[in-house]
DNA sequence: CCTCATATCTTGTTATGACGAGTAATGACA
DNA sequence: TGTCATTACTCGTCATAACAAGATATGAGG
């Protein structure tokens, strides 16, 4: 049932965001609220031209940006489809460690052990794009969830960007948001590392576990929306406190 | 169409693979080789039109795609521009190892260790979308790379299936491989959570680690192309000879 | 009953055309 | 000289149109 093909929906053309965008929020919102069921339905490309009263050029940019979200998948010949997993979507989305919590509904803090300048080794100075010898600032940070520590931040920034962080509330913000919010720089991707170690005693009393236990390392070099790299961290989570999620796309071989 | 102020290129209407698939390797090679430098250029997208002799349309389905892949990025207003860091592309791409491995110029090699069925807790069944009773099989696999052993994958899938690819050679071929060239099914995405954890005397042997030392624990889910759970995984990596990479994207709040 | 061509769904690809919006250089004007 | 409107680029959005290609139901012919 549920088949509404007289069923007109309002997208407002004069609206300063796309109609596509529009037309995206409706069809994500009936995903999510049930409203389109699990592994099947979804209307096919005419029937939303004709309900929204678009052209079919704005349907497909709506369809392909909820694929690329993951709430839909399309098979040639048939039609469009639900995707079912639920289970965490956006998971390759770039997030802060707080953005990621409140998200979830947790509520986290920060402690902030130490910031100051430091000469940077090679590795982290060519990371960042800088000269060999001009400073940065490392920042290292203790996050919390649920008043027990999760992770130890330490972050690299170039100098002037670093002290100026340094006087913002570290204690409540992700350093993503006050990039973003406040200073207006836009990011764009993220590379990260991950590898397994044990916690040596500096790590040990930072998250308040024994010497030796699992710890879960993560390098992550954050570039700018415009590609210039900005944010060097290593993030050192506890192996028993936290798992990394994310998802991946098989990318299937075509002309390759 | 007599149109070329500085180049001209040749793309077939009638070859098998769509136009935007060609210009997009074009364009990619150009950009891999260098003749696209990082940073600036790209040529604007109405002297791709001409210099291709397609449509807009066409041009901007390349660059999207490009743009996806992360060796472009574009400014609003100002033009298309090569990204720089070439560093690992694709790294979101779901890859098995074997097939990674390669792509890096390295060998691998796996040693099968047992193929069983196996009553799967509930945890497994129910991520395989299986019933609650039904039999499913557990591959275990040492993957070696330059003889050294990397992980313990241990692979869990339908009976059926299960018993069909424990007859195939699992010592020199990823099942993904397997599955996609041999048996035509297509793969579609993978969630994954990694964590860190201890290797116990078990998994210590079969790295050949001490007990205790540092693993790196991934759990995948495999779905195909339609949606479906496949393929569920545990890959125990050596902490001390594995990193993990991948990219993720920012995405900007807009209409959330 | 089974097979196969056909009609008719679906999504995939591509062209042409238009206007909006952000960026930047130019030149007129105060 | 400094400000601002103009203009000419860029990419972003959207409409209309057509055909290709995959999937499926239908019906004719064996």
Redesign the pocket.
């Known amino acids: 049932m549920g088949n509404d093909k007289t069923r007109k929906d309002t997208v407002l053309?004069l609206?300063?965001?796309?109609?596509?965008?529009?037309i995206k929020g409706i069809l994500r919102d009936r995903i999510l609220d049930g409203s389109y069921q699990a592994h099947q339905q979804?209307?096919?490309?005419?029937?939303?031209?004709a309900s929204f009263?678009?052209?079919?050029?704005?349907?497909?940019?709506?369809?392909?940006d909820l694929q690329k979200e993951g709430l839909i998948f399309?098979?040639?010949?048939?039609?469009?489809y639900v995707s079912k997993p639920k289970a965490f979507q956006n998971a390759t989305e770039l997030m802060g460690f707080g953005e990621a919590m409140a998200q979830m509904g947790y509520e986290t803090f920060n402690r902030l052990i130490s910031s100051k300048p430091v000469a940077p080794g090679a590795a982290i100075g060519e990371r960042l794009g800088l000269a060999a010898d001009a400073p940065v600032m490392e920042l290292k940070r203790v996050r919390y969830l649920n008043r027990a520590p999760i992770s130890l931040d330490v972050t690299y920034v170039e100098k002037a960007l670093g002290e100026r962080l340094a006087k913002e509330d570290l204690a409540h913000r992700d350093i993503f948001l006050i990039l973003e919010n406040d200073y207006g720089i836009a990011l764009g991707r993220a590379d990260l590392q991950i590898d397994a170690m044990l916690a040596d005693r500096v790590l040990a009393k930072h998250l308040e576990v024994e010497e030796g236990a699992p710890v879960l390392r993560i390098e992550r070099l954050t570039y700018t929306a415009d590609g210039r790299p900005l944010d060097f961290e290593h993030l050192y989570y506890r192996g028993d406190a936290f798992q990394y999620r994310m998802r991946t796309e098989r990318i299937h071989p075509q002309e390759k």
């Open positions: 053309a609206s300063p965001v796309p109609l596509y965008t529009q979804m209307p096919s490309e005419s029937e939303l031209m009263g678009v052209s079919r050029i704005t349907v497909r940019q709506a369809l392909g399309k098979i040639h010949g048939k039609g469009t």
